[in-house]
């Protein structure tokens, strides 16, 4: 038994080396694509004045959950700020933005299809399984193969890392939606499409969007790690100071990716209940919107009948 052994990781290099020969033009042009979305949102974060990026932070933060989370995002803000994070900050955002609209396109078509299909579900499970299971630093030596050093590795292995929450829980709010309201649905005529937009989508966002939130989580841990195969932000500015035992650096780094993580947590949980965001400047004109749209007028009582 001492020469048994299956070269899976000899297979794993031939087909990477297959691939980044074979498709070299379309790993150049995807790595052309992300490269300039993460630059350009950076450079527009970082283009405005500070003041106007924390009172739009803050304002978010108080159209979609409350004036006290707004005053918290401040404070956030400005000590990361303080700290002289901003540059990579911003950076570090606009990484995790980019690579997490380019998870939420793939995860929820993926999640739909295999909510109306068991078979493709059945398929995609281990796949999903496999993914998350995998260590993170597994990711980049392929993504740094295919894209060399950079931040589009970094957004590569990002996605991949990120993807799976988000396909299981659209596929768990579809297959959530009572059967009886999308029987309904198909009783009054309706197509599937509309069905889906109509009926499924509505009332699966809540789960969708907890997906969504975790996808989030996910890549702004990923993007940390992402530091290591070149990726401007926090990440490098970690990875720098583990190089070199800075602990200042580090803790100042590392406060700053939590503040981060915080905000965009809050925020995107926010989305998935804005009707149960009271201290929401959404919430509060709904409440001052609802006492006119429920007024209906009190029916006059009818006259009781004369005794004969």
């Keep these: 038994m001492g020469g048994f052994r299956i070269p899976i990781g000899e297979w794993a290099e031939a087909g990477v080396a297959w691939i980044r020969d074979t498709l070299g033009w379309l790993l150049s042009g995807v790595s052309a694509v992300v490269g300039w979305f993460v630059d350009a949102l950076a450079n527009g974060l970082l283009s405005l004045p500070i003041v106007a990026v924390i009172v ?11 004036w006290r989370f707004a005053i918290g995002t401040v404070v956030g803000f400005v000590l990361i700020l303080g700290v002289g994070q901003w540059v990579t900050s911003m950076q ?7 690579a997490a609209i380019i998870a939420v396109v793939i995860a929820v078509p993926l999640g739909i299809a295999a909510a109306r299909n068991d078979t493709f579900s059945a398929i995609l499970r281990p796949v999903l399984d496999l993914m998350q299971s995998m260590p993170a630093f597994v990711y980049l030596i392929p993504a740094i193969v295919f894209f060399s050093i950079g931040v589009v590795p970094g957004v590569v292995a990002t996605v991949i890392f990120a993807l799976p929450p988000g396909v299981r829980l659209t596929e768990l709010g579809i297959r959530g939606v009572d059967s009886e309201t999308v029987e309904a649905g198909h009783a009054f005529g309706a197509t599937p499409g509309q069905i889906l937009r109509g009926v499924q989508l ?20 990923m993007a940390v790690i992402a530091g ?4 401007d932000g926090l990440g490098k500015e970690i990875v720098q100071a583990m190089s070199t035992v800075d602990i200042a650096k580090g803790v100042e ?10 905000y965009l947590d809050r ?42």
């Design 202 to 221: 509505p009332l699966a966002m809540p789960s969708i969007m907890a997906g969504v939130n975790q996808l989030i989580m996910l890549a702004l841990s």
């Design 267 to 308: 925020l995107t949980g926010a989305l998935g209940a804005l009707k149960t965001q009271r201290g929401s400047l959404l919430g509060a004109i709904a409440r001052r919107r609802a006492p006119k749209d429920a007024r209906v007028s009190t029916p006059t009582p009818a006259p009781e009948p004369v005794g004969v």
């Design 253 to 262: 780094a590392g406060l700053s990716v939590v503040i981060l993580a915080v």
């Design 92 to 98: 570090t955002l606009a990484l995790v933005l980019v």
């Design 228 to 231: 290591i195969a070149g990726a």
């Design 56 to 66: 739009i932070f803050a304002a978010l933060a108080w159209v979609l959950r409350s």
